[in-house]
């Protein structure tokens, strides 16, 4: 996410290695480049060159205090800056009524469909009845589509595929939504390849007919500024309520997340990255910004990890490691609660400092599939027992998982060394005591 960014504007920071006061000098090459970086992203250029006019506003004079490189002090003062820009604060979607009413807009391909999809699965783990509403009536397979992400999340899907008629099929649904006790509603309308007046009169009537609480415009990160310019016009015409970018996993270059708030003036509500049900986040600005700037989002991959992570089950693993039994059952247990996650390369991403090591490396979500299928060529007794599996049973496995005999020996030595560190770090108990017996390992 944001990789090209991220790199420019660390190398714009190294200008000021070696000085000790950010000076007016000094200042003036570093925010050249931020804001050289920052257009080459495809921010607005208006945009651009008043938050950095106010990079070197709030950086001119500073003092470095003891122990704090002017590189960093610039850091600081830029992440505060991205943050304001990008809305300061998280902004939560209006989920209020009887039902809720939540209207998806957006042009076709933007990713409209499957946001709707996952934002009925988002709602429906807060123990809410949702709604799916077909009402993409000009697109083809539109329909099916939503059916089918409505059963892959166990939400129901309201359709009527004979009628034209997109104001009647939202009402229509509204009184389904309240005659089945369904707390919020989303409506997902159809999109065009551009903007144009049958379009914008349509989704304007609809809005005006069923009185959403919420309304929602979908973009395409990955268009850039004509992301920021079409949600201009939409919210000329519909007066939404926030904005939401997809597919942040692509070859986003960060000008529609940068540009949009200012411009638009409507908070980003929420993010999306990839195919999965489960890869979509709340917009957090300052969580954004560190991760433009190559620091991280440790608090978001903490949250994913917990949405995730099962804790009877994160309680039973804990119990096989401190017993020491820990096999591969568990092992792919555990790899199917990461794959929950999202995106690997964008929760790598997450982790402060890792995304720059990683800049140049792609990591594919299949990564994980040659391990997997090697633990199911398994028998059930080699994986509840896996120091059983000698050098014939190694070469039946690899065979049967189409892997090389190496393949299956390198997973059997890293799971064998895996044990053993979670094996230790289990003995060393917690709190205090696991601080001082790490401190003493080295000794």
């Given at each position: 996410m944001f990789e090209n960014l991220s790199s420019k504007l660390d190398k714009a920071f190294k200008t000021l290695k070696g000085q000790g006061r950010i000076s007016d000098i000094n200042v003036a090459a570093t925010v050249k480049e931020i804001r050289k970086a920052l257009v080459d992203a495809d921010v607005n250029y208006k945009v651009a060159k008043t938050v950095t006019d106010k990079i070197r506003d709030e950086a001119l004079g500073k003092e470095v205090l003891i122990s704090v490189q002017p590189g960093q002090l610039l850091v600081k003062i830029v992440h505060e800056e991205l943050t304001k820009l990008m809305g300061e604060t998280k902004q939560d979607i209006n989920i209020k009524g009887d039902p809720a009413i939540i209207l998806i807009a957006g042009l076709q391909g933007s990713g409209k469909t499957t946001f709707s999809g996952k934002l009925a699965n988002y709602l429906k783990k807060t123990g809410r009845n949702v709604l799916l509403v077909a009402c993409d009536i000009y697109r083809p397979a539109a329909i099916d589509q939503l059916k089918v992400l409505g059963e892959q999340v166990g939400v129901e899907v309201y359709a009527e595929p004979e009628n034209k008629n997109a104001v009647q099929i939202a009402k229509n649904a509204i009184q389904h939504a309240k005659n089945t006790n369904k707390k919020i509603v989303i409506v997902d309308t159809a999109g065009r390849l551009a903007i144009d007046e049958q379009m914008m009169r349509e989704i304007a009537e609809v809005k005006k007919a069923i009185a959403p609480t919420e309304t929602l415009f979908v973009v395409d990160s990955m268009t850039g500024q004509d992301a920021v310019n079409t949600a201009k016009t939409f919210n000329e015409r519909l007066?939404?309520?926030?904005?939401?970018?997809?597919?942040?996993?692509?070859?986003?270059?960060?000008?529609?997340?940068?540009s949009i708030r200012s411009v638009v003036e409507k908070p980003i509500k929420f993010i999306s990255t990839?195919?999965?049900?489960?890869?979509?986040?709340?917009?957090?600005?300052?969580?954004?910004?560190?991760?433009i700037l190559g620091m991280g989002d440790v608090i978001s991959l903490?949250?994913?990890?917990?949405?995730?992570?099962?804790?009877?089950?994160?309680?039973?693993?804990?119990?096989?490691?401190?017993?020491?039994?820990?096999?591969?059952?568990?092992?792919?247990?555990?790899?199917?609660?990461?794959?929950?996650m999202g995106n690997i390369k964008d929760l790598v991403s997450m982790i402060p400092g890792v995304s720059k090591m990683m800049k140049d490396v792609e990591i594919d979500d299949d990564a994980f599939k040659p391990i997997e299928a090697i633990i199911r060529s398994m028998t059930k007794k080699e994986r509840a027992n896996p120091d059983m599996i000698d050098g014939s049973r190694r070469r039946?496995?690899?065979?049967?998982?189409?892997?090389?005999?190496?393949?299956?020996?390198?997973?059997?030595?890293?799971?064998?060394?895996?044990?053993?560190?979670?094996?230790?770090?289990?003995?060393?108990?917690?709190?205090?005591?696991?601080l001082r017996k790490m401190k003493n390992m080295g000794k």
């Open positions: 007066n939404f309520d926030g904005v939401v970018l997809t597919k942040l996993d692509g070859d986003s270059r960060g000008g529609a997340a940068l990839g195919e999965k049900m489960e890869a979509i986040d709340l917009f957090y600005p300052d969580r954004m910004a560190s991760r903490v949250e994913k990890a917990q949405q995730a992570f099962d804790e009877d089950e994160a309680r039973r693993i804990n119990q096989q490691i401190r017993k020491n039994q820990f096999n591969f059952d568990d092992f792919i247990s555990q790899l199917e609660q990461i794959k929950k039946r496995i690899a065979a049967g998982s189409g892997t090389s005999i190496q393949q299956v020996n390198n997973l059997m030595k890293q799971f064998g060394d895996m044990r053993k560190m979670m094996r230790s770090m289990s003995q060393m108990g917690s709190g205090k005591d696991a």
